[in-house]
T-cell receptor, first 113, second 114 residues
Framework: DAKTTQPTSMDCAEGRAANLPCNHS???????VYWYRQIHSQGPQYIIH???NNETNEMASLIITEDRKSSTLILPHATLRDTAVYYC??????????????FGDGTTLTVKP | NAGVTQTPKFRILKIGQSMTLQCTQD?????MYWYRQDPGMGLKLIYY???????DKGEVPNGYNVSRSTTEDFPLRLELAAPSQTSVYFC?????????????FGSGTRLTVV
């Protein structure tokens, strides 16, 4: 699976949009981009995923560049409860070894009042 | 539907002791994984399984063993515990071809080796 690169930390003002970038320049055509977040020391929580089209759900939006080498997770109206570590991973979904994904160190997002 | 259940939640081991971390899921997921997370760091894959009877090594398998006799259970065995194994251990599962689903994680086991 392709590796990802994320900034170590970011700050965001409460109520503003939080834009978290991820670089995955070696992504393969059959790899999806997934985003998770980890609040305090809880288990990571799935947020969103995409292949090449932009995606939106009740939690966030995912923007994937046309060449698929990078993506941005957008939290449209960040709240203090969105303070967490955000992980971007790439994963082959249709494979006998689709599960073998690695998590990097993620981006620590701090939402400030 | 409990999801992924890990036991115990906390454990203190002495150097050289052994233990098994339990993980069970009730979602009929074929894929299961064990990750460890050291303080302030990301998750590292220890072992994973694509189905009952099939396991494979991840990034950091040394000092650990796994087995997968049923779809539901994926225990992680620590033999001869060392201080370097002090960490939080997360178990996760996912469907086989579940593009529309990510991993479901358990709440973790916090292990201290002294």
């Amino acid at each position: 699976d392709a590796k990802t690169t994320q900034p170590t930390s970011m700050d965001c003002a409460e109520g503003r949009a939080a834009n978290l970038p991820c670089n995955h320049s070696t992504i393969s055509g059959n790899e999806y981009v997934y985003w998770y977040r980890q609040i305090h020391s809880q288990g990571p929580q799935y947020i969103i995923h995409g292949l090449k089209n932009n995606e939106t759900n009740e939690m966030a939006s995912l923007i994937i560049t046309e060449d698929r080498k990078s993506s941005t997770l957008i939290l449209p109206h960040a709240t203090l409860r969105d303070t967490a570590v955000y992980y971007c991973i790439v994963r082959v979904a249709f494979s006998a070894h689709a599960g073998k994904s690695t998590f990097g160190d993620g981006t620590t997002l701090t939402v400030k009042p | 539907n409990a999801g992924v259940t890990q036991t115990p939640k906390f454990r203190i081991l002495k150097i050289g002791q052994s233990m098994t971390l339990q993980c069970t899921q009730d979602m009929n997921h074929n894929y299961m994984y064990w990750y460890r997370q050291d303080p302030g760091m990301g998750l590292k894959l220890i072992y994973y399984s694509v189905g009952a009877g099939i396991t494979d090594k991840g990034e950091v398998p040394n000092g650990y063993n796994v087995s997968r006799s049923t779809t539901e259970d994926f225990p992680l065995r620590l033999e001869l515990a060392a201080p370097s194994q002090t960490s939080v251990y997360f178990c996760a599962s996912s469907p086989t071809f579940g593009v529309n689903y990510g991993y479901t994680f358990g709440s973790g086991t916090r292990l201290t080796v002294v």
